[in-house]
């Protein structure tokens, strides 16, 4: 019986922290638009130079590139970079260049393998090819307004400000994969962020969107001081404030267009997110499984059986977060049907079961290559799965040791 | 180089996306020329008559709004994407006997030509049109759920004169016959559904017009293949 509150108490706790998720998301969405219903944009536009790294054919990449070339801003140049002409990325950007010739379009295609960071790699021929003194490091799956920039960069009119980096909603579910992922990014890591930030004060930095100086970032080591490591983004984050800046997260919502992926992508992503979370949190990786009440209310199920109590919480437990996620994908304008919010547990259900995943593996694969990762997402090479199995082990020893 | 592909169904047979999602996935893909090519199934057998009462062809009485509707996309996905859409249909004569079977591709296609036509008559119409004629999957497939359509290359002899093209890649299928015989050759993914995106594509050395991939492919001078991954 004591067992059994101490999971109702979770599953409180769970809900409560979900309720301030909320709240913290609408808090941080309210001021986008003045009284006129205008995006607030600023005055002083600094010139910009817009990193696009690409690999591979990103739902609707085509869109995605084309609404950075219609920026309502004075001057700005947009370079897309690629590790190889044979990337079927680079067709859809010539494509783009030949749509807009009047506009600063480069593409920048060179091999680069200065670290094991795959994007990072991506970005160095970019970086150098890149001309004015403030970047945006933006990736491909992200979609944005012609005022984007315009809203983004008003924050660094503070030279205290070192980083803006943006909250992001998912569009464009038309399969099960992407459907979860839409969900995922619009209740938990929406509301995570906003919660972070607005609660705790620490900013987290995703890296679909980051807009800094050359100078702040070459003070900090340079892209070269994060080219071993997985979460480049929260790295660069964490370094910028180590110099006393500050890291903004914009109310601008970028979107994150997700329309055709599969479960395995889905499932992918998210263990190798959850993998950087426990590399760099350690034991506070443990806390988010406490704020998942779905996963929570679902233990006492398999521990009692599907009795009339266990039963019950589960379905409000259920209710309430149908109803909370239709609420958040409102709140932030998502073109998602409200049916598609049925789905919401069961993708909570599973991020639970996922998230024990890091725990027992210190592998990641990313953009086809297969990693070791240690401490805060430190990168190895390791040695392909089957056969290898001795030496698997001794590299994960090694690499443990190492850090 | 143009990267196409010219064998594609819809919603408005048996594909499983529509045929505005599907422009916007081969757009938003960076392809150049795509050619919409829906089942035109013969009503004379059981197969047939199923396909047409469950909506999976294109009909006497569909063609025309199936026709305005590729022109309505073709003009957005040009101004969109610089991408060339032509109409075309899949004419598909199924029997339950492979060697009886056969599909046929008419890219460029202007009216209506019904698949219970004996094949002559079809050939003879659609040359009339200036349609391009290929012959799709002509060989054995990995694909056990459906019959092969083996006809028109156990009878290639008699019906080759009147074939622009044969498929020489299908999907994730390659035909080595084609090569064999050195007949003109293309390659398209049989597009069903979302994930055949990723199959054998055409390349073609030649201008974005119509008149210029027809010439291109008929004299089988700059066509290459390509298996189009991610």
């Given amino acids: 019986m004591v067992l059994f509150w101490i999971f109702g108490v979770l599953v409180f706790f769970g809900l409560i922290i979900y309720g301030l998720q909320i709240v913290a998301v609408r808090l941080a969405l309210s001021p986008v638009r003045n009284r006129e219903g205008h995006p607030i944009l600023s005055q002083s536009c600094p010139p910009i130079s817009v990193i696009k790294p690409l690999k591979g054919l990103e739902d609707n990449l085509f869109g995605n590139l084309e609404s950075f070339c219609v920026q309502d801003y004075p001057e700005y140049e947009v370079i897309f ?21 009047d506009k600063p379009i480069s593409i920048v295609v060179e091999r680069c393998h200065h670290g094991f960071n795959p994007k990072v790699n991506n970005l160095f021929p970019a970086y150098r090819h890149s001309k004015y003194p403030i970047i945006l490091i ?28 943006n909250l992001i909603k998912g569009i464009g579910g038309k399969t099960i994969g992407s459907i979860f992922e839409n969900l995922h990014l619009n209740s938990f890591i929406l509301g995570n962020i906003c919660f972070l930030d607005r609660y705790l004060r620490i900013p987290c930095v995703v890296g679909k969107s980051m807009l800094m100086r050359k100078s702040d970032l070459e003070a900090v080591g340079g ?11 929260h790295f660069i984050g964490e370094k910028i404030r180590g110099q006393k800046q500050r890291v903004v997260i914009s109310n601008y919502l970028i979107n994150n267009v997700n329309e055709y992926w599969n479960l395995q992508k889905f499932i992918n992503r998210h263990v190798r997110w959850g993998k950087m979370r426990w590399k760099i949190g350690g034991v506070k990786y443990l806390l988010e499984l406490t704020i998942n009440p779905v996963f929570t209310a679902c233990l006492p199920l398999l521990l009692w059986g599907p009795t009339e109590k266990t039963l019950s919480i589960l379905a409000l437990v259920c209710l309430i977060k149908i109803i909370g996620d239709f609420y958040l994908g409102r709140s932030i304008s998502t073109p998602t049907h409200p049916s598609v919010y049925l789905l919401s ?48 082990i001794v590299e994960g020893i090694k690499a443990k040791i190492a850090w | 180089m143009l990267l196409c592909d010219f064998h594609i169904h819809t919603r408005y047979s048996d594909g499983s996306v529509g045929l505005r999602r599907t422009v916007d996935l ?51 996905a040009w101004d969109r994407y610089g991408m060339l859409i032509i109409p075309g249909v899949e004419i598909t004569k199924s029997s339950f006997s492979s060697g009886k079977s056969a599909h046929l591709l008419l890219i460029d296609i202007k009216e209506f030509i019904p698949a219970s036509w004996d094949y002559e008559k079809i050939f003879l119409e659609a040359k009339k049109q200036d349609a391009l004629i290929v012959a799709c999957h002509p060989h054995r497939t990995s694909d056990k759920t459906f019959v092969d359509t083996l006809f028109l290359w156990n009878n290639r002899d008699k019906y080759a004169r ?63 293949i390509t298996l189009f991954r991610n």
Wanted: contains cysteine; hydrophobic residues 40%.
């Fill in chain 1, 345 to 392: 547990p069961i993708k909570d259900i599973l991020m639970g079961v996922l998230w024990f995943a890091p725990l027992a593996d210190d592998t990641v694969v990313w953009r086809g290559n297969r990693y070791l990762m240690g401490k805060d997402t430190r990168l190895s090479l390791c040695p392909e799965r089957g056969g290898a199995w001795k030496t698997r």
């Fill in chain 1, 223 to 233: 892209l070269a001081s994060v080219k071993d490591v997985l979460a480049e983004d």
């Fill in chain 2, 26 to 76: 081969f757009g938003q893909a960076g392809f150049d020329v795509i050619a919409i090519t829906d089942h035109v199934v013969n009503g004379d057998n059981p197969f047939g008559k199923l396909a047409n009462r469950f909506k999976f062809s294109v009909t006497g009485e569909s063609f025309k709004t199936y026709m305005s509707h590729i022109a309505e996309e073709a003009e957005r």
């Fill in chain 1, 138 to 165: 933006s990736d491909s799956n992200v979609m944005v307004d012609p005022y984007y920039l315009r809203t983004i960069v008003k924050p660094l009119d503070d030279p205290e400000v070192g980083l803006v980096c």
């Fill in chain 1, 81 to 101: 970079s690629l590790q190889d002409e044979n990337d079927p990325a680079y067709k859809v950007v010539r494509k783009v260049r030949e749509k807009f010739p």
């Fill in chain 2, 162 to 224: 009147y074939i622009d093209a044969w498929e020489i890649a299908n999907r994730d299928d390659v035909f080595n016959v084609i090569s064999l015989k050195k007949y003109p050759y293309i390659a398209g993914s049989d597009f069903h559904r979302v994930r055949h995106l990723y199959s054998w594509k055409s390349l073609l050395n030649c201008k974005k017009d119509m008149e210029s991939i027809k010439q291109c492919i008929r004299s089988n001078w700059g066509v290459a």
